[in-house]
């Protein structure tokens, strides 16, 4: 069993950063692939990014660039630095973790770019 907690959520104005964490419970999940999806209002969930095991991150197409997935294998926590940040990347933002061939999703933590 694996729990996810994410933080790091809230209103930044367009242009502005935000930095969201992960941390995992229940197992260490260092050798385990981690990363983020997204779900904004009438929209299907989306790939944020994932940070593989050996550590190679992939990203969404609409996100490259600005944004960055780090991990923390000491603290079993991952992280996603959101920079230039724009209207549109307004979402609710989970956490994901595959373990054993499962996958676990944290509970999410609102974005929200605004003026």
């Known amino acids: 069993q694996v729990q996810l907690v994410e933080s790091g959520g809230g209103l930044v104005q367009p242009g502005g950063s935000l930095r969201l964490s992960c941390a995992a419970s229940?197992?260490?999940?260092?050798?385990?692939?981690m990363g983020w999806y997204r779900q904004a209002p009438g929209k299907e969930r989306e790939l944020v990014a994932i940070?593989?095991?050996?550590?190679?991150?992939v990203y969404g197409h609409s996100v490259k660039g600005r944004l960055t997935i780090s991990r923390d294998n000491a603290k079993n926590t991952v992280y996603l630095q959101m920079n230039s940040l724009k209207p549109e990347d307004t979402a609710v933002y989970y956490c994901?973790?595959?373990?054993?061939?499962?996958?676990?999703w944290g509970q999410g933590t609102q974005v929200t770019v605004s003026s």
């Open positions: 994901y973790a595959q373990f054993l061939g499962s996958v676990y």
């Open positions: 229940g197992n260490t999940l260092s050798g385990n692939n």
């Open positions: 940070i593989f095991s050996g550590g190679s991150p």
